[in-house]
């Protein structure tokens, strides 16, 4: 009984951390604003594109969004979730690839970068697809 209880309060203070706030969730351990509004389900374009979605976003006051890297885009993952694979405190997304700007360059090739599926919420080597390819957007902005 004292593991159940443990469990659910670790699971209580992770779904706390994120906090719904308009058109964006908020993650106060990390300082970072999240985009959550109906566009994330469906607004998508290439890699260059989505780049530029984020730099021209104006949502709820701010300006100043940019499209997050492989390694934040994994903070509002939840893998006890499927399809979608993402905190509890996001009311939008879909199952499927959002682009991240982290690029994969091994081997010196450029032309390929990083999504995240948030059907199981992964980002594994089958992820790193052609900047031509067509992705789902979802932007950040640091709000410390």
């Given at each position: 009984?004292?593991?159940?209880?443990?469990?659910?309060?670790?699971l209580?203070?992770?779904?706390?951390?994120f906090?719904?706030?308009?058109?964006t969730?908020?993650?106060?351990?990390?300082?970072?604003?999240?985009?959550?509004?109906i566009?994330v389900?469906?607004?998508?374009?290439?890699?260059?594109q989505?780049?530029?979605?984020?730099?021209?976003?104006?949502?709820?006051?701010?300006?100043?969004?940019?499209?997050?890297?492989?390694?934040?885009?994994?903070?509002?993952?939840d893998?006890r979730?499927?399809?979608?694979?993402?905190?509890?405190?996001?009311?939008?997304?879909?199952?499927?690839?959002?682009?991240?700007?982290?690029?994969?360059?091994?081997?010196?090739?450029?032309?390929?970068?990083?999504?995240?599926?948030?059907?199981?919420?992964y980002?594994?080597?089958?992820?790193?697809?052609?900047?031509i390819?067509?992705?789902?957007?979802?932007?950040?902005?640091?709000?410390?």
């Amino acid at each position: 009984m004292k593991n159940i209880f443990f469990i659910s309060l670790l699971l209580s203070f992770s779904f706390a951390d994120f906090i719904k706030i308009s058109n964006t969730v908020v993650d106060r351990a990390r300082g970072l604003q999240w985009q959550d509004n109906i566009e994330v389900t469906t607004n998508h374009g290439d890699w260059h594109q989505a780049q530029q979605y984020c730099k021209n976003l104006k949502l709820d006051g701010f300006n100043d969004w940019k499209l997050p890297s492989k390694e934040l885009l994994l903070t509002i993952v939840d893998i006890r979730r499927f399809n979608p694979a993402i905190n509890i405190a996001f009311k939008y997304s879909n199952g499927l690839g959002y682009w991240t700007s982290t690029s994969y360059a091994r081997n010196h090739y450029y032309g390929k970068a990083w999504n995240v599926n948030f059907m199981d919420g992964y980002s594994r080597y089958k992820n790193i697809i052609p900047k031509i390819s067509n992705r789902y957007v979802r932007c950040v902005r640091f709000s410390r």
